[in-house]
């Protein structure tokens, strides 16, 4: 996957795309992968990198909802469930299996839950993912050394699924490119085309690196933007309703002594009434809770100060090591394009995950909602109605088992920092063997070796440092300080593949160290 390769394809194509999909996220790449796969001519355009926006900033799980449980929505949850086993199934080299305590501070708290999460056990079936159990007080403790233990009453073992959600969007990238997919980053579309029957039949799209305008035309076009779908929504139609409702979620990103073990901790209910998680991940851990509604969506949306703040002090009151700020290794914040509910409902807990999928009198298609999770089922609910649509030759889907690109199960995720590149980890391995300065460690704690920066140039279609440092390895979400500390060096390796100049690297340094200020909770900590 090389960007000028897929550049000539879209400059050397002649004739009228199938199916063009605006947005590189997971919903956009889930739909180009469903798309390519029935064997569609498929173009996706992403107006920055793959999963730049909130497809890089979830809390990375693949799992039902165990909220949603609780708010009784038994058909996402089912819906989620099946999902999550089709991806552990499809992708073993980027879904791990997690494991999750609830520890209990009441004596109804454990047969409460365990009721609960054995209804999610049951909706789940037996595919792939280990059942839950009851635990005594000493085997939470034993579990996380770290849990408050004043008044603590055994607890709840539950098992989902957990992943790198921007190496999951390169992998889908990669997918739909097996398949013949053309998938461009940094073009962005501008306009919508409509014919003399006010019918949409194509865009106008901008090459962000050259500034070229392209007009494209495809029997079909996709909106899927997320929470940017209402702009696109209203290139089609300027007097259309508004769609979206935005929340904003903040995590905080924490070293692992705060959870050394390995297991997760899920606290369905704090006081106020939200969920927290505090999950390991990369070697870290992340801790988040529930989201707030916000009014206008940005591409790097800041977090709120209060947020960051509440997560500190909900988190202290379940830990014995007190989290403060001076331990925030990272901060990032998502929003979540929820479908707007009719009526008032201003709290984001109580509007639906449910996706949408929304056609035009034009034609134009959007989907929007949904999770990462059932990204597969919306992208094949989008590609039945762009069929019908695009009057395109009907053709059955077959994500269901598809394996991902890199599919390799004999990976261990958990202690190989490699295993995300799942079958071309040799491949990695072996350039480090033909040049030995390949094999040069960038960051011991990220960890990061050269071999991965010149990979990522050139298979995985790489342009900045921030692509490389928040989405290829995911060092600005894992430790915004030690990655401006690296970023010199992934500069001039990258600069060196890319044949770019000294004053790349000024500019590029400048950008990284602006887009590193939404991470950085603490200024200047080295
Ligand atoms: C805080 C938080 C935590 C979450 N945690 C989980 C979780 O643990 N598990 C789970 O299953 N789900 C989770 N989700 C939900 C999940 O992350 C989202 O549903 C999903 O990532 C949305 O993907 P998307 O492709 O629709 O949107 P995005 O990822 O935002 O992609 C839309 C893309 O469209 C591009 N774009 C916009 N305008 C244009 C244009 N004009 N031209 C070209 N491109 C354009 C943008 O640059 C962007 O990359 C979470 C969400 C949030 C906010």
Redesign the pocket.
Known sequence: MNRNAMLQNLQSNNGIWDILI?????????IAVDAAARGFKTLL???????????????????G?VRYLQQGDISLVME?LKERNLMIQNAPHLVLNQAFVIPNYSWWDGPFYHLGIKIYDFMSGNLGIASSKRISTQEVINYIPTIDQKALKGGIVYFDGQFD?ARM?ISLAKTAAQFNGVLLNY????KIIKNRNSISEGVI?SDLETKEKYQIQSKVIIN??????D??IK?DDPDADEMIQH?????IVLDSSFLPNKYAIMVPHTKDGRILFAIPWHNKVIV?TT?TVIEKPL?EPHFQLHEVEFILKTAGKYLTKKPTKKDVLSVF?????LVKPEGNKRSTKEIS?HHKVIISTSGLIT?????????RK?AEDTVDNAIQVGRLKASPCITGNLPIFGYDKNLNLKEDPLAMYGAEKQKLLNLEAENQSYGDVISEDLPLRVSQVIWAVHHEMARTIEDMLARRVRGLFLDVNESLRIAPKVAQVMAKELHKSPNWIKNQLKEFRTTARHYQLVYNKT
């Open positions: 605006i947005g590189g996220g997971a919903t956009g790449l889930g355009l992403e107006q920055h990198d793959f999963a730049k926006g909130t497809s890089s900033r979830s809390t990375k799980l693949i799992h909802g989620a959600d969007a073009m962005r579309v501008e799209a899927a933007t997320g929470v940017f779908a702009s696109v290139m929340s904003q979620g903040t995590h988040g989201e591409l914040s998502g929003l979540r394009p995950r989907v929007i909602g949904g999770k990462w999770t059932t990204y919306m």
